[in-house]
């Protein structure tokens, strides 16, 4: 059977792919996220310096992907994934904005004029720091932040508390020569600003892609580490690590495997009592009947919660760190004094009491409610004068 072969034309000229509507750039010190328009005529890699107009004012802002309809490119990505990956990372608290437009690509001027602006930080940040002292307000600047064409100097500053700076802002004012904003940031922003390298020796997560700074719980610090010791759980802030939370959900996973303390498991070796646990290896501490102890895998334990063994008289056997007494020995069950249970040792709480000491007189009156006798006066004793009344003596 004859094979037709169809030849294409070499002057069919090839499709030019999709121009990205928008751009997925970073802008800002505090690491903003935003999706703006579009408008260059050619197509710019990512990292590129870009100037673009942003709710701020006209800034220098970095490329980081494009948004396309298919996500066909490796440097694209589709919509749908963009706000998804928003949605997971913090939702409405995700510093992200769509309201902005790329005007063009940076060039060597204006990265000139961004970098002389950056030379005027030191000064500035010294005339801030004076005139809080001057107004005496309870506020620390931080940093300061400069946009293209000096429209607007951005000023943070941490305070725990609100603090009236319109007088420090108008004075401010003319000595930058240029619109002031104040920006209060906490601790936690605070480092993300000034901080550089955390102690893993990797650069602070805050300020690296860590876009939402939630609080820690010390229940994530307690189950994770074996120590509390503050420096070693604190960051640059010094609050809780933010890394903490990354493994919180593993660690409560693994956790939950192990079986709880003060409980009975059943092993190769026989019955005992789980002392301790450690959740990364998945190894129990187990103290036997026998007196013995060992560390033992979970893929050794055949059953655990085992209900307690009960003694000669009946009682369930109590766990070896309870102070509980050896098999045999019954403990007293009798009532104390005081009506409450026996606390193991042959007598209530309220029979290890100090006895106690009669209150003292009052009003005159003795212990037993019967007023005191009268004493006649002794010699020596200085007599009242004609017509007054001793103290002991009725009117």
Same mark, same amino acid.
């Given at each position: ?23 997925? #750039? ?19 890699? /990512? ?143 605070? @480092? ?19 876009? #939402? ?17 503050? @420096? ?10 933010? /890394? ?24 190769? @070796? ?36 085992? =209900? ?26 009798? =009532? ?12 209530? =709480?309220?029979?290890?009491? =100090? ?14 409610? #019967? ?25």
């Amino acid at each position: 059977m004859p094979i037709s072969l169809e030849i294409m034309p070499l002057d069919t000229p090839t499709p030019e792919p999709e121009k990205p509507k928008t751009m997925v #750039v970073r802008y800002g010190y505090m690491l903003a996220i935003g999706e703006f328009e579009n408008t260059l005529g050619h197509k710019v890699g /990512c990292g590129t310096k870009l100037v673009a107009r942003t709710p701020r004012g006209t800034e220098i802002v970095e490329m980081l992907t494009t948004v396309c309809g298919n996500g066909g490119c490796g440097k694209s990505i589709t919509r749908d994934k963009l706000l998804d990956y928003i949605s997971h990372s913090g939702g409405d608290d995700y510093p992200f904005t769509g309201s902005g437009r790329i005007l063009r690509v940076a060039t060597t001027s204006d990265l000139a004029e961004q970098q002389k602006l950056d030379d005027q930080k030191a000064e500035h940040l010294r005339a801030a720091r004076d005139l809080a002292a001057h107004y005496r307000l309870d506020m620390k600047i931080v940093e300061v932040e400069y946009l293209l064409g000096r429209e607007r100097i951005i000023f943070y500053f941490h305070s725990e508390m609100r603090v009236d700076f319109r007088s420090m802002v108008r004075d401010l004012a003319g000595v930058v020569h240029a619109r002031v904003d104040m920006r209060q940031v906490g601790a936690r922003d605070e @480092a993300r600003l000034i901080a550089d390298y955390e102690k893993c020796g990797q650069h602070c997560c805050c300020k690296q892609f860590l876009k #939402v700074l939630t609080p820690i719980s010390m229940k994530a610090a307690k189950t994770q580490k074996a120590t509390l010791d503050t @420096a070693k759980i604190s960051g640059r802030c010094g609050r809780l690590m933010c /890394c903490l939370r990354y493994e919180d959900e593993t660690y409560e996973e693994l956790k939950a495997k192990l079986p709880r303390r003060n409980s009975r498991v059943r092993t190769d @070796a026989g019955e005992g009592w789980v002392l301790d646990g450690q959740i990364l290896t998945q190894l129990v501490l187990v103290q036997f009947d026998d007196g013995k102890r060992a560390a033992v895998p979970m893929e050794q334990i055949k059953e655990f919660d085992l =209900p307690r063994p009960r003694l000669a008289n009946g009682r369930e056997m109590q766990f070896p760190g309870d102070g509980a007494l050896p098999p045999g020995m019954e403990r007293d069950s009798r =009532p104390g004094p005081s009506g409450g249970r026996s606390n193991g040792r042959g007598a209530g =709480p309220s029979a290890h009491r =100090p006895p106690q000491r009669p209150r003292p007189p009052t009003n005159g009156q003795r212990s037993n409610g #019967v007023p005191p006798r009268s004493n006649p006066p002794s010699p020596g004793d200085k007599q009242p004068p004609n017509g007054a009344h001793s103290p002991n003596e009725e009117k």
